[in-house]
């Protein structure tokens, strides 16, 4: 277990079926780590679980030589297994309360968020940081909730006030955009994000190393002058 503050800049979520023919999953993450990626998540939605806990084994290995936190998406018994750093959970995954009690003392508990009320309750439940979005359209994940735009992901940070609780954006988020996200954000709240949630502009780019500088420097830059 790390026990150090969390930087939430750059948050890769892994998605291996969007790699690029021939590239190599460790390959790539660990070029992206390179890159300045400076919190990832496994992501395994079809995986069976040994398989997934060879996965997030290696993954942890990778991460840990950069000294960067691991969380696992959605299992619990995975992140025990493996000694993650915590989990990122959905709203019908388990609850935050009941994954607080599993996990070693100090574990981070993402929860994905799609509206005010999801935000407050994560609040009220003690998640340590809240995936809100989905911001864009993204081809990654069938997303059924509306898509709430750089103002809805606003409107969703408000309810964060006066918390300690961390924030990133998810979807569709690339070099492209990601300023937009981060100074449309500030602009229309006076909220700023602690990060951005990427998958696709990282693990679907032939050079990861590069696709997460360039995502890490504007992340960066903006942090040090909103
Ligand atoms: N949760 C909400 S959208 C999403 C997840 C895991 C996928 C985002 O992927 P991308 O490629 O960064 O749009
Ligand atoms: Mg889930």
């Known amino acids: 277990m790390l026990r150090r503050s969390i930087d939430y800049s750059l948050y890769l979520v892994t998605g291996r079926d969007l790699l690029p023919n021939g590239k190599d999953y460790l390959e790539s993450l ?12 496994i992501r395994e939605k ?15 290995a990778i991460c840990r030589k950069y000294n960067v ?3 696992i998406n959605d299992r619990l018994d995975i992140a025990l ?3 993650a750093d915590g989990v990122h959970l959905g709203q019908t995954d388990m609850p935050i309360a009941v994954a607080r009690s599993m996990l070693p003392p100090n574990s981070i508990i993402g929860m994905t968020c799609n509206t005010v009320e999801h935000v407050r309750k994560a609040v009220q439940d003690g998640a340590d940081y809240v995936g809100v979005g989905p911001v864009w359209t993204t081809q990654t994940k069938k997303v ?24 990133v954006a998810i979807a569709g988020i690339k070099f492209t955009n990601v ?10 709240t006076g909220r700023s994000l602690d990060g951005v949630a990427v998958v696709s502009d990282i693990v679907a780019s032939p050079d990861p190393r ?11 830059a903006f942090k040090s002058n909103p």
């Open 81 to 83: 297994a493996i000694g």
């Open 46 to 60: 079809t995986t069976d679980t040994g398989e997934f806990l060879k996965i997030a084994q290696q993954s942890k």
């Open 144 to 167: 059924t909730s509306p898509i709430v735009g750089v103002r809805g992901m606003g409107e969703m940070l408000k309810a964060l006030d006066g918390t300690n609780v961390k924030a």
């Open 179 to 188: 300023l937009h996200c981060l100074h449309g954000c500030v602009s229309t």
């Open 30 to 41: 660990e070029e992206s780590l390179q890159g300045g990626v400076s919190l990832v998540q």
């Open 69 to 71: 936190p691991i969380l």
């Open 210 to 220: 590069l696709a997460a500088q360039r995502l890490a420097a504007i992340v960066q």
